[in-house]
């Protein structure tokens, strides 16, 4: 396998061939891909998030499915059904779209409680069960769902239980003014995407995610991740702080960050980075702090001015 910070760093410049001036946004998304995570895209229609995924499984070879959610969208539309042969005497199973490495779930708090269900244990598991019979899923495997912010007329908010299955939630937003100007002279005759090549396979990319576990973590900021999430269930604006999953979630990122930047050692600023894309919805405010305007990414600054940053130290198989 070639050099796994260069593999990453192809991947986000192939993607920003399509998605102009989101850099950022690109990498935190390939850090969710590299981390085996999924990302909760919240936007405004019209900004990228159907291309975003699209790029991102053209440039790695991923197979990409996307399912467009609707009040209506059942289970099995998602999963999949068992469906009787005549001819064979048997059932067959159709796999619905989610066995796919790349599924975009569009608008996905249009969908019922029951449907958007049918996600937690491809998520959490990898695998989807129909029938009694338990399928694994293939391997890259990551979930981007999108859901607009602004339009709530028909929509059901996702519960905590599958915000908290997202390990990173990530706005795209407007481009900027010379930004746009550039996105329109692209497409002036054809998408950009249709010219968009494969620059790596599945195979690569599950070598680089074996590589961001090997990330070296120092205790201390161990200690710092935990007291930082702690520090969100204590907070007086907060109904209901990060949970354990979040402190899993700021400490993968973080190998990832730490892999992009050509390290092989986890910095606070990697913690500190990631610390509102990785907890912000996690953390429900209470109705209170809700009435004085207190949002997640208040919290989140509030906890990491209020916990200390951990200081340097060797290593410890280097400090003999």
């Known amino acids: 396998m070639d050099d796994p910070k260069q593999i990453a760093d192809s991947i986000i410049a192939n993607v920003e061939k399509v998605i102009v001036g989101k850099r950022e946004e690109v990498r935190l998304v390939v850090i969710a891909l590299l981390c085996q995570g999924h990302v909760l895209i919240e936007d405004v229609p019209g900004v990228g998030k159907t291309m975003l995924a699209r790029s991102l499984a053209r440039s790695t070879g991923c197979t990409f499915k996307r399912i467009q959610f ?68 293939p391997q890259p495997f990551l979930v981007m769902a999108t859901q607009n912010p602004v339009e709530y007329e028909g929509t059901f908010p996702l519960p905590e239980a599958q915000l908290d299955r997202f390990l990173l939630r990530v706005h795209l937003g407007y481009p900027a003014h010379t930004d746009e100007i550039t996105i329109m002279e692209e497409q002036q005759r054809a998408h950009p995407i ?18 961001v576990r090997e990330v070296y973590v120092d205790d201390l900021v161990k200690q710092y991740i935990v007291a930082l999430v702690s520090s969100t269930r204590k907070h007086e604006s907060v109904y209901l702080g990060a949970s354990p999953r979040g402190s899993l979630a700021l400490f993968h990122t973080a190998q990832a960050r730490a892999l992009l930047d050509g390290r092989d050692y ?32 208040d919290v989140v600054t509030a906890c990491m001015s209020r916990v200390p940053v951990p200081g340097a130290r060797a290593r410890s198989d280097f400090a003999r």
């Open 266 to 297: 986890v910095l606070p600023d990697d913690v500190k980075e990631l610390a509102y894309p990785a907890l912000g919805h996690r953390i429900i405010i209470s109705p209170t702090a809700r009435i004085k305007s207190v949002t997640p990414a």
């Open 70 to 137: 609707t009040p209506d969208i059942l289970p099995s539309d998602v999963t999949g059904v068992s469906i009787y042969n005549q001819k064979t005497g048997d059932f067959e199973f159709r796999p619905g779209p989610i066995l796919s490495q790349v599924v975009l779930a569009d608008e996905i708090n249009r969908a019922t409680p029951k449907t958007q269900s049918a996600l937690l244990e491809a998520m959490e598991e990898r695998q989807v069960t129909v029938d009694g019979v338990t399928r694994p899923l």
């Open 194 to 211: 249709g010219a968009l090549e494969q620059i790596t396979n599945a195979e690569e990319i599950t070598g680089v995610q074996a590589a």
